[in-house]
């Protein structure tokens, strides 16, 4: 074996998600795997979703292997340290090399390298990790002046040039997902929600700036598989795996309008329609848009909006009119396809009166499903960068993410928890009573707790400084 890729994510310790329970395999080890297979090199890759951190530890020890590969994000760097700890003081394992790579390493080198880690993948993995077991695998001392790297000498982190990014996305192979129980995923989903769930990635990059966003992995750009590509991927997919729906994790799915329209000529002309979910953005969407994306079997759209103040939807450079969101919003369900948005609340100068813009843009245009976060400032951000000397310190770097920092807000931070349950609350109570059903208990429940997370909200504002 020449690596041994895996992560630190295990679906038992995460009581939210057990909740949830939609898990998605590890796309981008699976994209790192099938490259460095095709390119010659022998992989094993160890998917903690359904196992643990005991036995993650046992694979190691009995495999020994020359280098270990650790996907890092936001959610699992805590576990990711304390695996790198762990290799470090386990004595078999000190000829084991470890290479970090993931969405959290980029603005994190000196936390991750400090840890453990011998080179940390800076962007895109594929090649980048090619070039480094290849060096590293005969030996070539050369190997810490690869572009893509960072690395560390004498307690100081180096970080080489970057690496070109891969252009033509269709010269990558299909993620290796015959390396991870596909079945146990689609077991998980079909149990829990009646449907099986695939992901499947046809974008990277993003050519949008909104400053609280991270791009830390295929940065600003736009690069897309082409329709025929991700035709193929869909027909092997639904052949190999027959899945009943799929997500495309690509963050924004309607981006070209040319491109959408050659990928459903390309399902077609496959006879293919599949049922699946995607995430846009309101000003990337029209009529003619939503009905070709039914047409191809879209059956839930997610709009970012963020908020219904059009202020801090500015403040966050999102570059989108609320009011179109609302039109796309009702439009995507005139059209039969369920519309989901994703709210913050919490952002830097965002005011009480911005958030009962909010309350007002969702229950006029009262989407199916809609999702809250409170804004935290992740590092490498523009938010985090505008908010220079404001962020307050989130504790010991190795066991806290960026979603514990906090920064200094218009309201205290647990104003924004009874916020949250405020606009949901108020929301699901909209909508009862727009269906007829406002004086049935449920419904009332739901107007009582708005009201008592009002009260919370103003208890925190008047008294929480
Ligand atoms: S929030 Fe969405 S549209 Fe904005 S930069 Fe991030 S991925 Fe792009």
């Avoid at 107007?447 to 997370?453: D, E, F, I, K, Y």
Wanted: with cysteine.
């Amino acid at each position: 074996m020449d690596i041994l890729l895996t992560h630190g994510y295990c679906l038992a310790d995460d009581p939210r998600e057990q909740k949830i329970m939609k898990p998605y395999p590890p796309l981008g080890i699976l994209y790192v795997s099938a490259y460095l297979k095709q390119q010659g090199f022998y992989v094993d890759v160890l998917d903690t979703t359904f196992s643990s951190f005991d036995a993650q530890k046992a694979y190691i020890l009995e495999k020994m292997p020359p280098v270990i590969g650790l996907y890092a994000n936001l959610m699992t760097k805590p576990r990711i340290v304390e695996i790198m700890k762990w290799i470090r003081n386990e004595p078999s394992l000190q000829g084991t090399r470890i290479l970090v790579g993931g969405p959290d390493v980029t603005h994190n080198l000196e936390g991750y390298l400090g840890h453990g880690a011998d080179a940390a993948v800076v962007g895109e993995g594929e090649e980048t990790a090619a070039a480094l077991l290849a060096a590293w695998r005969s030996n070539d001392t050369g190997w810490c002046s690869l572009p893509g790297i960072a690395w560390m000498k004498d307690g100081k982190v180096v970080r080489n040039p970057a690496r070109e990014k891969v252009r033509n996305l269709d010269v990558l192979p299909y993620p290796d997902r015959e390396s991870v129980d596909m079945q146990a995923y689609l077991n998980t989903w079909k149990h829990h929600h009646g449907h099986s769930a695939m992901s499947v990635s046809t974008q990277r990059g993003c050519p949008y700036t909104c400053k609280w966003c991270s791009t830390a992995v295929y940065g600003q750009s736009y690069r897309r598989r082409s329709p025929a590509h991700v035709a193929d991927e869909l027909a092997y997919l639904s052949e190999r795996f027959a899945p009943d729906t799929f997500w495309f994790v690509d963050d924004v799915f309607t981006v070209s309008y040319r491109w959408l329209a050659s990928l459903a000529e390309e399902l077609s002309s496959r006879r293919l329609k599949v049922k699946f979910e995607c995430i846009t953005r309101a000003d990337r969407m029209n009529e003619e848009v939503l009905g070709i994306l039914k047409a191809m079997g879209c059956f839930r759209i997610w709009i970012g909006a963020e908020s219904g103040s059009q202020d801090v939807i500015d403040a966050m450079d999102r570059r989108v009119d609320v009011l179109h969101v609302r039109d796309m919003i009702r439009a995507a369900r005139r059209h039969g396809i369920e519309a989901g948005t994703f709210i913050m609340l919490g952002y830097p100068g965002e005011t009480e009166a911005d958030i009962r813009e909010t309350v007002r843009h969702l229950k006029s245009s009262l989407p199916d499903q809609f999702t809250i976060t409170v804004a935290y400032p992740i590092r490498g951000t523009s938010m985090h960068r505008e908010l220079d000397g404001k962020v307050l310190a989130s504790g010991d770097w190795a066991t806290t993410t960026d979603r514990d920092l906090d920064f200094i807000r218009t309201y205290q931070r647990k104003y924004y928890d009874f916020a949250v349950r405020h606009v949901v609350n108020e929301v699901e109570w909209e909508k009862a009573r727009k269906q007829g059903h406002a004086l049935r208990p449920y419904a009332i429940k739901k107007r009582l707790a708005s009201g008592a997370a009002r009260l919370g909200m103003w208890y925190y504002k008047t008294y929480g400084k």
